[in-house]
């Protein structure tokens, strides 16, 4: 069946891959950035696909932005089934080292962004008595990992708002709510974070520095070898499969690798139904 689906962060990485499968699988597609100037490569993309696709301005840290945006779908296509939460930002830096003002703008891009798009689609959800919201979380929001504790923190804030409103939300008014888990994705995003730690004064000397040499050196081999990284593509198949499904999971990791990576987390549950069944059974029978 063909959904309305909304998704942000498309300027780069799996917001393309995204908005481009969406597309291809016969979906109308709403595929939204924060600064239009960068659609060529999402519209070069849509052109090799041979699909279309409507791009509109959306900032998920503009509560107008994000708003007025999702006004602009509903007046042209009349619903939205589904909102992809995919705008993010890394970073990579101790909590010593990061400012407050770091922690707040890490905090609003991935967390709060994905509250302000929540909000304004889930009065139709609730009226429609449908709709998917999918959050790209990561298994940075399951495991947490050296220097990443504020993405982390960010990345669990978005894990647990997810599930605590599939414990009622999902039962009461048929709406699904997906968090998607992956490893390494091959997009901007890792050198946006080594830009970022460039702008805000490099790595500091200080005695965190050589643990975070270690790491930084280690990320760059992880992302010449091995199975961490997938492409956008791969990770964009699996929200595909969730999408279309009529019992989509509430967390899914990408790959064997972040099914291994997170398993002392997820194997008991791996989709989280187990524990939505239990906050149930505890709190609202
Ligand atoms: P990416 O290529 O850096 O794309 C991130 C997207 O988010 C860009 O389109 C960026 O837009 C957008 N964005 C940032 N701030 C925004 C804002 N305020 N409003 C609207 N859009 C904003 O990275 P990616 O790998 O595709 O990341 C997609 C998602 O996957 C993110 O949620 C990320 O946390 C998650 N993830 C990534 C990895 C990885 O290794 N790459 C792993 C696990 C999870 P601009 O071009 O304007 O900056």
Known sequence: MSKVILITGCSSGLGISLAVQSARAGHRVYATMRNLAKRDALDTAASDAGVSIDVLQLDVQDTVSVDVCV??????????????????????RSTEQASEADVQ??????????????????????????????????????????????????????????????????????????????????????????????????MLEDEYLPILQKYVGGSQNRQSGGDIYQTADEVAQVVMGCIASDTPPIRTRTSQWGEAFCGLKTDLDPDGKKLQHHVIAQFLS
């Open 105 to 202: 703008w890490v905090m609003d891009v991935n967390f709060m962004g994905v509250v302000r798009c929540v909000k304004a689609v889930i009065p139709h959800f609730r009226k429609q008595r449908s709709g998917h919201v999918v959050s790209i979380s990561s298994v940075g929001g399951l495991v947490g990992q050296p220097f990443n504790e504020i993405y982390c923190g960010a990345k669990f804030a978005v894990e647990g708002y997810m599930e605590a409103m599939a414990s009622y939300i999902s039962p009461s008014f048929g709406i699904n709510f997906t968090v998607v888990e992956p490893g390494g994705i091959t997009s901007e995003f890792a050198s946006s974070v080594l830009k970022q730690v460039e702008e805000t004064g490099g």
């Open 71 to 92: 006004d602009a779908v509903l007046n042209d296509a009349g619903r939205i089934d589904v909102l992809i939460n995919n705008a993010g930002a890394g970073f990579v």
